[in-house]
């Protein structure tokens, strides 16, 4: 829910705040515009930067994970189905843009830049929103960071079909580690009395 904040600011500092170019706007929307500019500048609030523009970009992402699970309507591995104009126009399209790293001839594995991303953003997703099963959590991530990786020029093809080949590629394992941490979680907290006790080396 949105919250008005009231600041007063005094001669000087509201003068500074009009001569400032680095960002747009009038009085509060200038203010605003500028604390999200400091928080795109700012290593440590990376994550809260990804969790702003998953907010902003909620519809956008929902309509795209929707195409994605109706792919999994027709068969359980929607990559098996793909012919190999298909798979070659749209690893190209991920290299491209920096979302795959060729290492061999029709080898590819994820950028570093992109793996890192990625699993920063599993963590926080499946963090705040417990109802979401672990595999929704990775698609939306890849979601997020392809919209991102290509300035939100890629189609919506392309976001669909790069989600499932990537995550069926290399990603779903993140998921499945996540998904097996939390029943372990479920499973201790349930049965306390079921941990193994820790062995002492004599």
Not at 4 to 23: A, Q, S
Not at 58 to 71: G, P, R
Not at 123 to 137: G, L, Q, R, W
Request: proline fraction near 3%; aromatic fraction near 10%; charge should be negative.
């Amino acid at each position: 829910m949105p919250k008005d904040l009231i600041v007063t600011l005094n001669d000087l500092e509201y003068e500074i705040l009009k001569k400032m170019r680095v960002v747009e706007g009038e009085d509060g929307e200038k203010l605003r515009n500028l604390f999200r500019l400091y928080v795109s500048t700012i290593p440590e609030l990376k994550s809260s930067e990804y969790a702003l523009k998953r907010v902003e970009k909620k519809e956008i992402i929902d309509e795209h994970l929707k195409n994605i699970w109706a792919e999994y309507e027709h068969t359980d591995f929607p990559t098996e189905q793909w012919d190999e104009e298909k798979v070659n126009k749209l690893t190209s399209e991920l290299i491209e843009i920096n979302v795959l790293f060729k290492v061999g001839e029709k080898q590819y594995i994820p950028s570093n830049k992109f793996r890192s991303l990625f699993k920063m953003l599993l963590h926080d997703i499946t963090t705040e929103s417990k109802d979401m099963d672990e595999y929704s959590a990775a698609c939306v991530a890849t979601i997020q960071l392809l919209m991102e990786f290509g300035v939100e020029t890629l189609s919506k093809e392309t976001v669909r079909d790069g989600t499932i080949f990537i995550n069926e590629g290399w990603m779903f394992v993140y998921a499945t580690a996540v998904k097996n941490a939390r029943e372990f979680m479920k499973t201790k907290k349930l049965f306390p009395e079921a941990e193994m006790p820790v062995q002492t080396v004599p």
